[in-house]
């Protein structure tokens, strides 16, 4: 019932930026909550950071401070804008959607994010 398409990763080196989006569509009336997450080769997968419904927003402590998410108006795209790139943040990024508890049904297909000299 609802699509995520994430863009916007690459390749970036140390310090740099890049800024990623996820476009929702479909029945975007019920989520409550938009999340970032990220998956590094051989680690788990962790939570980036999410924002929700009225606008209230958190962060991974690893992120915190040089990451920063948003959403349009309407709030049919979120973005994570991502500073001070490391190469630690290297990793596949998606974007999921949840009415609820974490995380939620819906993902995006996923974007590359490399951070290297």
């Known amino acids: 019932q609802v699509q995520l398409v994430e863009s916007g990763g690459g390749l970036v080196q140390p310090g740099g930026s890049l800024r990623l989006s996820c476009a929702a569509s479909g029945s975007i009336f019920s989520i409550y909550f938009m999340v970032w997450y990220r998956q590094a080769p051989g680690k788990q997968r962790e939570l980036v950071a999410f924002?929700?419904?009225?606008?209230?927003?958190n962060y991974a402590d690893s992120v915190k401070g040089r990451f920063t998410i948003s959403r349009s108006n309407p709030e049919n795209t979120v973005y994570l804008q991502m500073n001070s790139l490391k190469p630690e943040d290297t990793a596949v990024y998606y974007c999921?959607?949840?009415?609820?508890?974490?995380?939620?049904?819906?993902w995006g297909q996923g974007t590359q994010v490399t951070v290297s000299s």
């Open positions: 924002i929700t419904k009225g606008g209230v927003t």
């Open positions: 999921n959607a949840a009415t609820g508890r974490l995380p939620g049904d819906f």
